[in-house]
């Protein structure tokens, strides 16, 4: 059993002519909350898509618990899904069912579990987000952070081994923000799994992580524990972790000269 | 000057005609695909009937209303323009024929096709394609569930079973509607109108024709609005253009398939 | 989501496919009609059956008492051989009259059995042998105009004979003819 869950070996991912990684190495430890950190549209939702093999490298591979995910059929990739749970940005629930159904979707198609023995777990799931009263409400019913917690219930249904978050903490309210930041923490501990964290919000992410790896340009450019960082003095961490605005990432996307621009009308069509 | 515009719009208009067929011819291989592995991952949806059954529900039933009202609406249309001509020949008998024919060879499977297009397929291709968009699809994927197993194919397999059944109904309704036209309205003879209907439908070669039309309308128009919801890219405007291309494809389909079946069943 | 109303409306819809194509079947098609029991099968040789097809029915005093099986050509005699069948119900004479007749003025083809006097009837395999041929309309338009023009001939001119001959051949052929 190797110590490390997740490996990330000199990965490259690119599609349409775009180059979104470029050899990127990193390791997730058994029993860790590990953050992948970056600005929006860095690839860092690609990066779990490439480990949930939703999606296959151009260069490198992902090992999950030793077996190179992109070397799998559908059947192996499957295995090896079922050793993880995902929490999707806006929680991703199927819209036509209750939030007990929702919760026990993975039971019912992955399981034989019978019908009683479901009934209990989906409530202790539930319980463990603090949702157990909201079981017969439907998913429109919900509020955004309701709706992640229940989509947390979901992904900890089968007791993965690993959790990925895709942005766990976006557009919620401080409360909730801060409830679900406990949630990850505790649940992590308390199950024994992996988190993998995939967020752009500094604080809370620093207040959960064990070890926090920074992307931009599709290369890993500082890693480290929360502490090391925030101390650090790369200058496009320091923008990051201090929310600058400018800095090594320019306030202004790539253009012309602005001057010449404004005064050369005829060429601005 | 002029005559190299002129070149230049016409090479952009030869190219754009170009990289549409690419993209037409693309979209129809990925359709396929879409539906072979439909039919490889279809046992699930009979050993869980459930999952089919619920989905008969919200296409077929849920399409019962508007099939029954335009098919009693068609037959009466058929009766009063039917007679309106026949009687110049002095045939007014020959309306009930003519109302049972039109509507069990034609009418009946073409109709409900383009109205299930319009209700059910839209309803399917927005489910599939929102279901997308809101990282559903993607959801059950990292669940291990596979997505065409367990959402496209029970959708597939409910659209074929409706299908026949609707198309059943409306030539049904369709039948009583010009009947109750013809019959006490115009006051065409009852014997008449059922005898010489019963003289001139055949059941192998009209009726059972009619429903082997509609079973392939139903897997036309099913696939057609699956492979466009599961297609759509995942934003609000993607979704409303695949929703509008599921109606124009599927009517053009369903016409096409219906002059092909046609002209095989006439054997011509 | 309740699965019971979900069972019953399922349940509802499949019933009302059932039952209409059921009703399609038997009030609409000639699936009850056609299928008359048990019949038995008799032929019939023509000189010209006009527009019959295969599913005429075949009528006698009116009721449609069975259906044409086939329609063939025998090339040695150079005529038309109808098989007809009949429900088993109804025993005809051996010298059954067999006519092809139009429903109404453009109205489609049946064949018509008027019975004769003969003590034995009709067995599986028998031949009609008095038949009298579809009336074409084309033919008995010409028929008639022909003579039409004809008797106008023979009355400017009555002293040619041989005019006046050929004009009582053809009423007598039109006489024939029902009209």
């Known amino acids: 059993m190797t110590p490390n869950i997740v490996e990330i070996d000199n990965l490259s991912f690119g599609y349409k002519g775009r180059v979104l990684h470029k050899g990127i190495n990193m390791v997730f430890p058994r029993g860790k909350v590990v953050a992948i950190m970056g600005g929006s549209g860095s690839g860092k939702t690609t990066l779990l898509r490439l480990i949930g093999g939703q999606i296959r490298p151009s260069k490198g591979e992902v090992r999950v618990d030793g077996d190179v995910v992109h070397k799998q059929d559908r059947d192996g990739i499957y295995k090896l899904r079922r050793k993880m749970g995902m929490l999707f940005q806006h929680g991703a629930l199927f819209t036509d069912l209750s939030v007990f159904d929702n919760v026990a979707f993975p039971m019912r198609e992955l399981t034989d579990l019978p019908e009683s023995m479901i009934r209990d777990l989906v409530l202790m799931k539930l319980n463990a987000v603090g949702l157990r009263g909201a079981h017969a409400l439907m998913p429109t019913e919900l509020s955004g952070g309701m709706a992640r917690r229940v989509a947390l219930a979901r992904a900890i249904a089968l007791d993965p081994n690993i959790i990925m978050y895709d942005e766990p903490f976006a557009g919620l309210d401080p409360i909730t923000m801060g409830v679900i930041c406990d949630l990850i923490r505790t649940l992590n501990d308390a199950l024994g799994t992996t988190s993998i964290i995939v967020s752009h919000d500094v604080k809370e992410t620093f207040m959960i992580a064990d070890y926090v790896y920074f992307v931009a340009n599709g290369e890993v450019v500082a890693e480290g524990t929360p502490d090391d960082l925030m101390q650090s003095t790369l200058p496009f961490v320091h923008q990051f972790v201090h929310g600058e605005k400018d800095g090594p990432v320019p306030f202004h996307y790539a253009a012309k000269n602005y001057q010449s621009e404004l005064l050369g009308r005829v060429s601005v069509k | 000057m002029i005559k190299s515009t002129l070149h230049i719009s016409i090479i952009r208009t030869l190219r754009g005609i170009g990289s549409r067929m690419i993209e037409r011819t693309w979209r129809l291989g990925a359709g396929a695909r879409l539906f072979f592995l439909t039919l490889v991952y279809s046992g699930e949806s009979f050993r869980r009937f459930n999952l089919t059954l619920r989905e008969v529900y919200s296409t077929g039933v849920m399409s019962l209303l508007i099939i029954i009202v335009s098919a009693f609406f068609v037959g009466m249309v058929l009766a009063l323009q039917g007679y309106n001509t026949l009687q110049k020949y002095g045939s007014s008998e020959a309306i009930g024929v003519l109302v049972a024919l039109s509507l069990v060879r034609e009418l009946g499977p073409v109709v409900t096709a383009l109205l299930f297009a319009g209700r059910a397929g839209t309803a399917i291709t927005a489910e599939i394609g929102l279901m997308k968009t809101t990282e559903q699809l993607s959801a059950m994927e990292m669940m291990a569930v596979n997505p065409i197993a367990r959402v496209i194919a029970p959708r597939f397999w409910a659209g074929v079973i409706s299908m026949p059944i609707l198309a059943s109904l409306f030539s049904m309704v369709g039948i009583l509607g010009g009947y109750l036209v013809a019959v006490p309205l115009i006051g065409v003879d009852d014997g008449a109108f059922w005898s010489q209907m019963q003289a001139n439908v055949d059941f192998r070669l009209d009726i059972v024709n009619g429903v082997i039309k509609s079973i392939v309308f139903g897997v036309a128009c099913t696939m057609i609005a699956l492979f466009e919801g599961y297609d759509a890219p995942p934003t609000a405007e993607g979704v409303s253009r695949a929703t509008t291309r599921t109606v124009v494809i599927s009517s053009l389909t369903v016409l096409a398939l219906d002059f092909i079946l046609t002209s095989f069943m006439l054997e011509v | ?179």
Do not use: C
């Open chain 3, 1 to 179: 989501m309740d699965r019971t109303t979900i069972d019953l409306w399922v349940g509802i819809f499949v019933a009302l496919g059932v039952a209409a194509l059921l009703g399609l079947a038997m009030k609409v098609g000639n699936l009850t009609s056609s299928k008359i029991g048990d019949t038995y099968s008799v032929s019939a040789a023509f000189e010209n059956i006009g527009s019959l097809k295969p599913h005429a029915p075949v009528k006698s005093a009116g009721v449609v008492v069975g259906r044409v099986d086939s329609i063939t050509f025998d090339s040695s005699k150079y005529e038309a051989i109808v098989k007809i069948n009949i429900d088993k119900r109804y025993p005809f004479p051996k010298d059954t009259f067999a006519n092809i007749y139009t429903a109404g003025l453009l109205g489609e083809q049946y064949v018509g059995l008027e019975a004769g006097g003969d003590e034995d009837t009709l067995k599986n395999g028998d031949k009609i042998i008095k038949t009298q041929d579809a009336v074409v309309l084309e033919k008995m338009i010409s028929q008639f105009l022909f003579s039409k023009a004809s008797e106008n001939k023979s009355d400017d001119k009555s002293d040619d004979g041989s005019n006046s001959k050929a004009t009582k051949a053809k009423s007598t052929e039109l006489g024939a003819a029902p009209f």
